[in-house]
């Protein structure tokens, strides 16, 4: 691991990710800047050993509709990673990808899909079994909608998140 203190640099990449963003009642300024620029740091920090609850965290700090081209270092740090850490941490970081804005859900989701190998997203469909039936229900809502016509709607993406129910 290149950072010493895994849960320090997660709270201070979740908290730099809060963006200024276009429409906020103050202007952007220095101290938005190095806010700003500290996060696209953090992200570049991470080499891909970490481990899933480093994907997680990658995946939580997406919160920002407006990254104003910071995200590309955290989908860079998620491309470091193995396809079965990206897997486990994917599936780690669910509610997050729920919650985040539906672009970066898709950006994380074509990682998966494009970087994971076979047997490893079938690990994620058989994590997806043991959710909850409704988190179960958002998922694939959010998976359906972006195969339609979004970032799962290529041929190398399209279908490879078989979501299995137990």
């Not at 103050?26 to 891909?48: H, K, N, S, T, W």
């Not at 965290?57 to 990206?86: C, T």
């Not at 486990?88 to 994971?116: C, K």
Request: glycine share 10%; aromatic share 8%.
């Amino acid at each position: 691991m290149p950072f010493g203190d895994f849960d320090a640099w997660r709270r201070e990449l979740l908290f730099t990710g809060g963006f200024v963003q276009d429409g906020d009642a103050f202007e952007y300024g220095p101290e938005a800047q190095a806010r700003f620029d500290r996060y696209i740091e953090l992200a570049d920090m991470v080499d891909g050993t970490e481990g899933p609850t480093t994907v997680k965290a990658l995946i939580a700090s997406l919160h920002a509709e407006d990254d104003h081209g910071a995200h590309e270092a955290v989908y860079g740090a998620l491309e470091r990673f193995s396809g079965r850490d990206l897997v486990r941490g994917a599936a780690m970081a669910v509610i997050n990808l729920l919650e985040i804005p539906r672009d970066n859900s898709g950006h994380v989701l074509q990682l998966v899909t494009v970087l994971a190998s076979d047997e490893d997203l079938q690990a994620f469909g058989a994590a997806f079994g043991r959710l909850q039936p409704e988190i179960r229900a958002d998922l694939a809502t959010l998976i359906a909608h972006h195969e339609a016509d979004e970032w799962l709607a290529d041929k190398r993406s399209i279908g490879r998140l078989r979501l299995t129910q137990d």
